[in-house]
């Protein structure tokens, strides 16, 4: 008789693959292990509400969550869209407080949780794994950064093409095509990018009038990345 079951995750090949935990030992890997939990979510199940309390930090292993604010108004701002091998959850749990944001998969989506005193041991046992911790938090806050840089000194226009520039970002200085895949809803990127998703629709049209771009459902393809750098300087 076959069994419906999923099949039992490796957990700490899992985690040694992950640019956090690459350098832990076998030992350290067994303790991290022995305390994570895995967590299954199916499209728009939600992980966390803003409110609950943190416990730990959380590993996408497959999958996309979405970050975002809610609103009284019944819209929401989405502040991070986090996919395979990223980390979430972590500044929170360090802060001891509650989510400021909530959380729902975008897709199905396999997580792993890693509980709060499992970190803290580690953290106490090894400073490579400390220093890894910082950077990490330290990149986060970059982009946060980043993104007030964006929303207040770049156009909606330029909002965009540097999002579909990202998308690209193995293109290098190709003057050739490319086509990429949008990640999740129109609607989900025009809240990332603080944008209504009328005015997303109407920059993309915008782009595919003058050249730049095609677009077909969620497959944009880019006709020339050179020329899209240059566009709306």
Same mark, same amino acid.
């Given at each position: 008789m076959t069994s419906n079951k999923p099949d039992r995750l490796d957990?700490?090949?899992?985690? #040694?693959?992950?640019?956090?935990?690459?350098?832990? #030992? #076998?030992?350290?890997?067994?303790l991290i292990s022995g305390v994570t939990r895995e967590k299954r979510l199916a499209k728009d199940e939600m992980l966390f509400q803003k409110g609950d309390p943190a416990h730990g930090l959380f590993v996408t292993v497959a999958g996309q969550v979405k970050l975002a604010f809610p609103s009284n108004q019944g819209n929401e701002k989405v502040v991070s869209i986090i996919g395979p091998r990223q980390c979430f959850g972590e500044a929170v749990m360090f802060m001891d407080r509650p989510y400021p944001v909530f959380a729902e998969a975008l897709s199905d989506t396999l997580l792993?949780?890693?509980?709060?005193?499992?970190?803290?041991?580690?953290?106490?046992?090894?400073?490579?794994?400390?220093?890894?911790?910082?950077?990490?938090?330290?990149?986060?806050?970059?982009?946060?950064? =980043? =993104?007030?840089? #964006?929303?207040?000194?770049?156009?909606?226009?330029?909002?965009v093409i540097g999002y579909l520039l990202?998308?690209?970002e193995d293109g290098g200085d190709s003057a050739e095509k490319m086509t990429a895949t949008l990640p999740t809803s129109k609607q989900v990127i025009a809240s990332r990018l603080n944008l209504t998703p009328e005015t997303l629709s109407r920059i993309f049209h915008d782009l595919a009038e003058a050249g730049m771009i095609s677009v077909r459902g969620r497959?944009?393809?880019?006709?020339?990345?050179?020329?899209?750098?240059e566009f709306d300087l």
């Open positions: 957990i700490p090949l899992i985690l #040694s693959q992950l640019p956090l935990f690459r350098e832990l #030992s #076998s030992e350290q890997l067994a792993l949780h890693i509980s709060k005193s499992a970190i803290y041991e580690l953290l106490q046992r090894d400073t490579t794994f400390a220093l890894r911790m910082l950077a990490g938090l330290s990149l986060r806050l970059h982009a946060l950064v =980043d =993104d007030v840089e #964006s929303y207040s000194l770049r156009s909606s226009t330029q909002r990202q998308l690209c497959q944009i393809t880019i006709h020339d990345l050179r020329s899209l750098r």
